[in-house]
């Protein structure tokens, strides 16, 4: 459950997860996406290459069980970093 993820839009305008086993500083340019994700133990966090006030309003599926992921409030939010929870798992890896 822990690492990146590339992160692409669907069809109903959600983003959806993708394993990226690449380096995580090139995910960007490698799947030619906006936005990639990050798992931790401390939770998830979506990162974008540019300054972006729309980060905080990204539709995200969960990559453990598809729910949907809510914007949380942390010291690591900037305009290239959102931290987000998921509504159902917590992801709790």
């Known amino acids: 459950m822990l690492g990146t993820y590339a992160l692409y839009k669907n069809e109903h305008d959600f983003y959806t997860a993708r394993p990226f086993s690449g380096n995580s500083l090139r995910v ?4 030619n996406c906006d936005y990639y994700m990050t798992t931790d133990t401390n939770g ?50």
């Open 28 to 31: 960007l340019e490698e799947t």
């Open 44 to 93: 998830i966090a979506v990162h974008t290459r540019k300054d972006n006030q729309a980060l905080k309003e990204l539709l995200i599926h969960c990559p453990k069980c598809r729910a949907f992921l809510i914007r949380k409030h942390s010291a690591f939010n900037n305009a290239r970093t959102q931290v987000f929870q998921c509504i159902i798992c917590h992801l709790k890896p």
